[in-house]
T-cell receptor, first 119, second 110 residues
Framework: GAVVSQHPSRVICKSGTSVKIECRSL??????MFWYRQFPKQSLMLMAT?????????EQGVEKDKFLINHASLTLSTLTVTSAHPEDSSFYIC???????????????FGAGTRLSVL | KQEVTQIPAALSVPEGENLVLNCSFT??????LQWFRQDPGKGLTSLLL?????REQTSGRLNASLDKSSGRSTLYIAASQPGDSATYLC?????????FGQGTRLTINP
């Protein structure tokens, strides 16, 4: 089956630093990748939709200058949390869909997530 | 705005029982509905995907149904096993994104 690799799995950083999270589709091309955020015991909330070669589409309330998304190739998308603060501590998960066809008909394959802790 | 609700929030049953998890959504204009499994501190594993034109999907001991008109889906797990313990999330696809419920935390007791 399709595999999505997310790295790192856990990161602890000091307040004010920036953190980059990578999401790779290992055995398929993903024209669209999604970034989600999950607070403890809550569900996933979509942060942004990332299309290869174009700017990401952010959900309402998500600061695009704080959460920088780059989708430079069909197999890699990155999320950079800039000037991280303790309130940014969360579980971040990416997903990817296979290229071609209707997005609605494609299964999303999820990465294992990244636990970000900002001290 | 689409809202997805899952009931119950938590469920604990003895091994071997059959069980049903419920999911409801407010806007019936969906393209598909998915059930996922999430283990603690891990990502999501897709279990079943039901297109809007379908009524149910089956995979092994799992069966998911969809009643789009009433905004409901159920996930039926037969002969539960301790390894089934996890959080189960349902999500509906509409307006170019997945909207998730808050999940049902399932514990199967040996």
């Amino acid at each position: 089956g399709a595999v999505v690799s997310q790295h790192p799995s856990r990161v602890i950083c000091k307040s004010g630093t920036s953190v980059k999270i990578e999401c790779r589709s290992l055995d398929f091309q993903a024209t669209t990748m999604f970034w989600y955020r999950q607070f403890p015991k809550q569900s996933l909330m979509l942060m942004a939709t990332s299309n290869e070669g174009s700017k990401a589409t952010y959900e309402q309330g998500v600061e695009k200058d704080k959460f920088l998304i780059n989708h430079a190739s069909l197999t890699l998308s990155t999320l950079t949390v800039t000037s991280a603060h303790p309130e940014d501590s969360s579980f971040y998960i990416c997903s990817a869909t296979t290229a071609g066809g209707s997005l609605a008909k494609n299964i999303q394959y999820f990465g294992a997530g990244t636990r970000l802790s900002v001290l | 705005k689409q809202e997805v609700t899952q009931i119950p929030a938590a469920l604990s049953v003895p091994e071997g029982e059959n069980l049903v998890l419920n999911c409801s959504f407010t806007d019936s204009a969906i393209y598909n509905l998915q059930w996922f499994r999430q283990d603690p501190g891990k990502g999501l594993t897709s279990l079943l995907l039901i297109q809007s034109s379908q009524r149910e999907q089956t995979s092994g001991r799992l069966n998911a149904s969809l009643d789009k008109s009433s905004g409901r889906s159920t996930l039926y797990i037969a002969a539960s096993q301790p390894g089934d313990s996890a959080t189960y999330l349902c999500a509906v696809w509409g307006a170019q994104k997945l909207v998730f419920g808050q999940g049902t935390r399932l514990t199967i007791n040996p």
